[in-house]
């Protein structure tokens, strides 16, 4: 897993009012907590990190922070949360979670199905129903993605959690089983949709009926 060097500064001010003159001086305010950790506000260039950001991955990179007026040596860390703008798409906040090499993360790792599944060349679709999955494994272990051959699928035939052959070292929640690829029937589909479209004029028609007697009412 990649690790990025950054410089942090400890910052004092609360509030909207501090922050926003953190951000425009270049800088976005931060926290570094983590477990047997005490919660220390920071702030970090934000061109140092919208950099870290090009190279993709943002959520499984290490960042060895480097405080300032601090203690000697890096302070290992993850992004637990990032807040941006909505409309810009500035950095507004980041959550840094302090880690141990030695003990073991929960993170979301990216699925990527390869091959033709054989259902589809006999007329099913592939549908992905989750595209990330929840893992444990160690920071220095996390994987960019973990890939399924989908090929031996059929029409109607799924694929659990649990069926993925994981990397040494990464391992599932306990109890987590629920399902990630899935094979369907085109004709399976289609039925939804072609009853949607049968009871709509029965309803119009309904809708129609109930008019008429309202206005033999009247």
Known sequence: MEQIALTAAPRTGRGNGPARRLRQSGQVPA???????????????????????????????IFALDLQNGPSGSRLAVIKELQTHPVTGRLLHV?????????????????????????????????????????????G??????????????????????????????????GANYTVITIVSQKAEAAPAAAAEAAAPEEAAGEGAAAEEKTGEA
């Open 31 to 61: 926290i570094l907590y983590g477990p047997g950790t005490e919660p220390h506000p920071i702030a970090v260039p934000a061109q140092d990190l919208e950099r870290a950001f090009q190279k993709g991955n943002i959520q499984r990179t």
């Open 141 to 174: 272990e996390i994987p960019e993605r973990i890939e399924v051959d989908v090929s031996p699928l059929g029409v109607g035939e799924t694929l659990h959690v649990r069926d993925l052959a994981l990397p040494p070292g990464v391992e599932l929640p306990a």
């Open 95 to 139: 959550d840094f979670y302090e880690i141990d090499l030695s003990r073991k993360l929960r993170v979301r790792i990216p699925l990527v199905p390869r091959g033709k599944a054989k259902g589809e060349e006999l007329g099913g679709m592939l549908q992905i129903i989750e595209r990330e999955i929840e893992v444990f494994c160690l920071p």
